[in-house]
């Protein structure tokens, strides 16, 4: 019998491992699920996403929450029952034209959910740098020596979020547009700034099944192939947003009938931009739907043979 040729790869590089808590993102010393290559028995974190204004917010995932989605803390607790690793809080509410959720309300969340869950933190703001750099560092100075993600930052946006994190010992959500060589420069401006290996994750945003995901997937792959090979610029732990799936058209449409029930439907998208983002490399999904988060889970834990 014809001996089987081995298709191990033999990769020089690991990723960063950041502890939170009681778990751990990044650790890979191969690409994921591979068992006869990759040695780590350790699954992508869940982190379930939250709100502090549900103006934008589908309404389709809002009742999803049984009501528990009108107080942050509860809905925190909700993702927390229903076994998600992580919270993605998010202050769309800081906003000037939304309820204005002050720095000082922020915190309150924030604390209230780390009491109330136990699990690590993640903290975005709005999108406008002026406020969610006040917001970071009334919620990073809060939150010392407790480690939580920060962010987003981006190249021309990064100082003060990472002067946060290196004074309080916390990591840093490093953003980049589909583009490998954006990321890599990302973490080479923040090592310079002076933020550690263990305070660095990077968002490379995850595009949504229609809407890209073959590109994102494509991203993913070579950042943490050439980590793998060596590139300590890009040996930190990846972090995919899924829930990009609620923009995509098809995925939520009540128009048609046939399609059938959109809540289904959308679970079941955002669930596979997980399995996607979960195969290139991801280490931390954010996740909106419950549904789609259980799946997510159940499929990680399959694929890497751990519960």
């Known amino acids: ?99 204005g959720t002050t720095p000082d309300a922020a915190v309150s969340i924030v604390k209230s959910i780390a009491e109330k869950t136990g699990l690590p933190i993640m903290v975005t703001g709005c999108g406008i740098p002026d406020i969610d750099n006040k917001l970071a560092e009334a919620v990073g100075g809060a939150m010392k020596g407790t480690k939580i993600i920060l962010g987003k930052t981006e190249e021309h946006e990064y100082k003060k979020i990472s002067a946060v994190c290196v004074s309080n010992g916390h990591a840093v959500l490093a953003f980049s547009n589909l583009d490998i060589n954006l990321a890599k420069q990302m973490n080479i401006l923040l090592t310079d700034f002076g933020v550690g290996r263990d305070g660095i994750t990077m968002d490379p945003l995850m595009a949504a099944l229609g809407m890209g995901l073959d590109y994102s997937y494509s991203v993913n792959e070579r950042i943490r192939l050439a980590a793998l090979s060596g590139d300590r610029m890009l040996q930190v732990p990846m972090v995919c947003d899924c829930t990009g799936a609620w923009d995509v058209g098809d995925a939520v449409s009540t128009d048609d009938p046939s399609l059938g029930d959109a809540k289904h439907r959308v679970a079941w998208w955002e669930a596979m931009t997980a399995l996607a983002a979960m195969l290139s490399g991801a280490d931390i999904l954010v996740m909106r739907g419950p549904g789609a988060a259980d799946m997510a889970r159940v499929y990680a834990e399959e694929l890497t043979g751990v519960s």
């Open 1 to 99: 019998m014809a001996e089987i040729p081995s298709v191990k790869e033999k990769y020089t590089g690991k990723i960063e491992e950041i502890v939170f808590g009681n778990c751990v993102a990044g650790g890979a010393d191969g690409m994921p699920f591979l068992s006869f290559e990759n040695t780590l028995k350790r699954r992508p974190m869940i982190a379930g996403e939250v709100v502090d204004d549900l103006t934008d917010y589908p309404e389709i995932a809002a009742e999803m929450f049984d009501g528990r989605q009108k107080d942050p803390v509860e809905w925190a607790n909700m993702w927390k029952e229903i076994g998600a690793d992580m919270i993605c809080m998010r202050f769309p509410g800081a906003a000037p034209d939304k309820k």
